[in-house]
């Protein structure tokens, strides 16, 4: 039987929940989905940080609130989920798009460094993803996006812990699509290359020759906008992904393929 695919990528009916949502990959996923048509709460440790993405958002179109969490607390983690629920309803969208981590030398990296790396890449999006699928469960129906990295099948200098927590995330992913599937809960992840964000331009005028470094191993010739994860994104948040679960999509410009 052969379907109109016009809608596909309508999310209107659906309340997403982007967590780290202030900037960059975060700020553009917010963007597109209030443009889809999805009601929308962004999410930051601080409520200040969300304010250009939030008119964004009401720019676009889109019904936008705002709250606050910190994904290397568990009680943060799980005080944003019953606020949502108590507030806005059943969520039907997660993206996870939170983002912090130490880069280093191995043989200098503290305990400190990688425990923030693990807490804020790898911990924080699993507390995210229990706590908002039990409400989504609830329904009997979620997607939910991890934004991993094309540093979780590929390894540099000095990126140790971060690859580390990336490839976690990404085999986390689809371990929870396994066991989630029967909730009717899709749990997929997107994994950018470098991606030309505020955090990161920074880092890169830091270090001399760093972004050209970067450029020469992407074979589409360009380092990542923030607006090449959006179609990821929405086919991932969409009914046209519905069979599509336990995925890490690379939006890496063929980076991974080029090891």
Known sequence: MVTSTRNSFDLTGSLAVVVGASQGIGA???EAFAGSGARLVIASRAASRLEDTRA???EAGGEVYVGTVDVRSPASVTDLAAEVAERHGTPTILV????AGARG?????????WDETQEVQLRGPFLACQAFARLMSDGG??????LSSTWAATVGAERS???????GLS???AALATEWAPLGIRVNALAPTATRTPSREAQWSAQPGAEDALRSRIPLGRLAEPHDLVGGALFLASRASDF?????LFVDGGWHHAK
């Open 28 to 30: 553009a996923i917010a």
């Open 56 to 58: 964004r958002c009401l």
């Open 96 to 99: 996870n798009s939170a983002g």
């Open 105 to 113: 030398p191995a043989l200098e990296l503290t305990v400190a460094e």
């Open 141 to 146: 129906y979620g997607k939910i996006i991890n």
């Open 161 to 167: 812990a971060y690859c580390a927590a990336k490839a």
């Open 171 to 173: 085999h986390l992913t």
């Open 244 to 248: 599509v679960t336990g995925h890490t």
